[in-house]
Antibody
Framework: DVHLVESGGGLVQPGGSLRLSCAAS????????MDWVRQAAGKGLEFVSR????????IYADSVKGRFTISRDNANNMLYLQMNSLRAEDTAIYYC?????????????????WGQGTTVAVSS | DIQMTQFPSSLSATIGDRVTITCRAS??????ISWYQQRPGKAPNLLIY???NLQSGVPSRFSGSGSGTDYTLTISSLQPEDLATYYC??????????FGQGTKLEI
């Protein structure tokens, strides 16, 4: 079975830092791009960041650019999100997501496996 | 960026009903759309990708259709476990794409 298990969430003060981890199993981790997607309470889904197979290509949402850093360890099947300078608006459930792709005229990306999420609360 | 507008934002239906949820893109997205189901308190789950392809393990009562700017998720015969919020997502404009705002389905 394919599994993604997040950890590292918690309560942190504004301006603080937190590092989220995601343990992947049941598939060849290095063959997939990976995302972090978040969801504030009662709100919709928001893309946070994506890393390609080997970490050489990374994209961020404008809302986290310069504050968050995504990385991966293919040897240990782990995905990370280092979150610095946290703000109240970063409060959300953070999901680790596997990204698959359909090769067409242009690449079609879709999120085919989701972890159960880890909760981040930024408050004084 | 391309905006995705889902409608209705919420709906109430009865077991056995045929339910349709629509997502309208602000420009044509050439079938670069996927649909997700999020049951209360749970993580999202992929239902449909590339507009019409049913993800493995998803019941056949779910189907997707559409073209250009307008896409539809259909549940042919609503079941109790279909109580959820449904999201569309386009990835035509950028690799990360954009999500619709969600449609809450009540039974």
């Amino acid at each position: 079975d394919v599994h993604l298990v997040e950890s590292g969430g918690g309560l942190v003060q504004p301006g603080g830092s937190l590092r989220l981890s995601c343990a992947a199993s049941g598939f060849t981790f290095r063959d997939y791009r990976m995302d972090w997607v978040r969801q504030a309470a009662g709100k919709g889904l928001e893309f946070v960041s994506r890393v390609n197979y080997d970490g050489s290509s990374i994209i961020y949402a404008d809302s986290v650019k310069g504050r968050f850093t995504i990385s991966r360890d293919n040897a240990n099947n782990m995905l990370y999100l280092q979150m610095n300078s946290l703000r109240a608006e970063d409060t959300a459930i953070y999901y680790c997501v596997r990204v698959d792709v359909v090769v067409a005229a242009r690449l079609f990306y879709y999120m085919d496996v989701w972890g159960q999420g880890t909760t981040v609360a930024v408050s004084s | 960026d391309i905006q995705m507008t889902q409608f209705p934002s919420s709906l109430s239906a009865t077991i056995g009903d045929r339910v349709t949820i629509t997502c309208r893109a602000s420009q044509a997205i050439s079938n670069y759309i996927s649909w997700y189901q999020q049951r209360p308190g749970k993580a999202p789950n992929l239902l449909i990708y590339a507009a019409v392809n049913l993800q493995s393990g998803v019941p056949s009562r779910f189907s997707g259709s559409g073209s250009g700017t307008d896409y539809t998720l259909t549940i042919s015969s609503l079941q109790p476990e279909d109580l959820a919020t449904y999201y569309c997502h386009q990835s035509y404009s950028t690799p990360q794409g954009t999500f619709g705002q969600g449609t809450k389905l009540e039974i």
